[in-house]
């Protein structure tokens, strides 16, 4: 069967909708009218913490570990701002994976793929064959850490992306490193308790292009998921779209463009390790009209073969054990045989149900 017409149900990588540049959104493309998009989304009014200080000001630190905190109890998401990652190495990595996406299809294709065990993979869809609708995004996975693992398996055009790409890459998997200690402090774990782990572990990148579209208002660049991670870690460029569903009251919010900030998630992983106190919270990417949306997405969790489960500090009597260990090897298993709607989602079948 044909399946790159406009009439067909959907379109394989390399001749997306997206990647073509078309102008308008096919059918294929269009969701539910429950689920579109609202013009004039509320922005979301959610902490924007300054790092400076943190690693090496005592009092500082009480402060923003205490925000970091509260940030993930109450919106399970923050920005951050002095963080210590020069403007150079945000600009230059967005301006790589910019570079990256508007190369022929031809050099893109070397790395297209639909296994999800792939360590570097081109890809559009979330699932092929398995989505019901296709969403506006174009992305580059790659795996980063330690970054002489995987690095020459990335692209090398533009002759550059090692470099800028992998020089943010370290930067930021520091940076996640430093933050998740301040979360495991703020749980009274002190701020130790996963840096080894992390430290052996994985960090996903994923560098997303959201081509502009001239109906932003009947698809999306990402449907509504959360992430398979400790924490997340969003680098944008000047374009928004990242919205959140508020802990609150479920509304959809955008996150607001903050110049050299860093977006920071809550992720499944550590819902489990805090046994629920930390939510990992539902996000969706939204389009536009106007220009493409450069993201870089940094994933950071525990080694492939490792099981998270809750901290035993973080379960008593009043706490019972909300979550199943598992491992981020049994998520690659999951989501190689599910899609990522988020009813569906692998943090679901952890959950222990009451
Ligand atoms: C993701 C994601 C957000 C963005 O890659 O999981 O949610 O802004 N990305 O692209
Ligand atoms: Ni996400």
């Not at 406009?6 to 102008?23: C, D, V």
């Not at 989304?41 to 300054?50: L, S």
């Not at 998401?77 to 190369?103: E, K």
């Not at 779209?241 to 903050?258: A, F, K, M, N, Q």
Request: aromatic share 8%; with cysteine.
């Amino acid at each position: 069967m044909k399946k790159n017409n406009e009439s067909s149900s959907s379109f394989p990588i390399g001749e997306t909708a997206q990647e073509k540049r078309y102008s308008h959104a096919p059918e294929c493309y269009k969701l539910q009218p429950f689920d579109r998009p609202r013009p004039n989304t509320e922005i979301a009014d959610i902490p924007i913490i300054d790092m400076e200080g943190m690693c090496d000001d005592p009092m500082r630190r009480i402060k923003v570990v205490q925000d970091i905190g509260n940030a993930c109890k109450l919106s399970g998401f923050f920005q951050v701002v002095n963080h210590g990652i020069s403007q150079p190495i945000l600009d230059g990595a967005i301006s790589t994976a910019a570079r990256f996406f508007d190369l022929p299809t031809k050099e893109k294709e070397k790395f297209m793929s639909n296994e999800v065990h792939e360590p570097v993979r081109y890809g559009t869809s979330i699932q092929d064959g398995l989505d019901k609708v296709q969403f506006w995004r174009v992305f580059l996975k790659q795996y980063a850490h330690p970054l002489k693992e995987w690095v020459h398996l990335w692209p090398n055009n533009p002759p550059e992306y090692r470099q800028k790409m992998g020089d943010y890459a370290v930067a930021v998997q520091k940076m996640a490193i430093d933050i998740m200690g301040a979360i495991t402090e703020s749980l009274g774990l002190g701020p130790t308790y996963l840096t080894t782990k992390l430290d052996d572990g994985m960090q996903v990148m994923f560098v997303n292009c959201y081509p502009r579209c001239s109906q932003p208002e009947l698809a999306l660049g990402l449907p509504p998921h959360t992430d398979y991670t400790c924490i997340t870690i969003v680098l944008q460029n000047s374009a928004d779209g990242l919205e959140i569903r508020d802990l609150g009251d479920g509304s959809w919010r955008l996150i607001p463009l903050v110049r050299s900030a860093l977006q920071v998630n809550v992720g499944d992983y550590l819902e489990v390790l805090s046994n629920g106190r930390y939510k990992s919270v539902v996000h969706r990417v939204t389009l536009n009209n106007e220009k493409a949306r450069i993201s870089i997405s940094s994933l950071h969790s525990l080694g492939m073969d490792v099981k998270m489960e809750s901290a035993k500090e973080l379960v008593d009597e009043e706490h019972p054990k909300g979550y199943k260990e598992s491992s981020f090897n049994d998520f690659l298993d999951f989501i190689s045989k599910n899609n990522l709607e988020e009813e569906k989602s692998f943090l679901k079948t952890v959950k222990i149900q009451k």
